[in-house]
């Protein structure tokens, strides 16, 4: 059964974490701070001398080199799976990866709402085991310090539609934790507080191959 450790929102203090062991590495966007290519290499430079046998990583709204240059991604992650818009099959279960998220100020991987992420979701197949976003879907986990619920609707239809097991994401730190509906277990997995500390636990998860349910092990800190 493969133990999936979940980060994203790293903020560039990945050096700062004590990850804990499994078999898959995960991260959902947001390793740089500014975006500049020097921080993404040092991020990939850490994540890649892991110990976990597996990694999987996605891109974030902070992470703009890896926007302005779309092949830099799958250069620095060389020994990883990095996932832009696709799907890979990884320690026997099947992922899929996409950093979009709504348009927010000025960052990187922004998309108007409607429309333009309606057909980004598109591509996400049935069947993934692991659906990987930076940004949460509506209503789930997505409000920020002012209560405000500002994640994805287009998203949130796109789950209705694919219902993977597990849907890792982060963008709203202060959203971090878990929730379960039927068929899903989602996991805001920001390791940044709102105050950019890394502060909030890491969670590991055992999914099972096939269709049985996703276990929560309690969450590190």
Known sequence: MPRLVLLSDTHGLHHRLRVPEGDVLVHAGDFC????????????????AQPHPHKVVIAGNHDRCLELDLKLGAQIFNGATYLLDKEATVAGLRFYGSPWQPEFMSWS???????????????????????????????ILDRTVSNQAVGCE?????????????HVFGHIHEGAGSHVEPGTLFVNASVCTEAYTPE???FVVDLPLGAAACTVLSPTS
């Open 33 to 48: 701070t500014s975006g500049k290519e020097i921080q993404a290499r040092d991020f990939a430079k850490w994540f890649l």
């Open 109 to 139: 991987f922004n998309l108007a709402r409607g429309e333009p992420l309606r057909e980004v979701w598109a591509h996400i197949p049935v069947g993934v085991d692991v659906l990987i976003t930076h940004g949460p879907p509506f209503g």
């Open 154 to 166: 287009e998203l949130r239809k796109a789950i209705d539609r694919v219902r993977p097991r597990l």
């Open 200 to 202: 909030n636990p890491i």
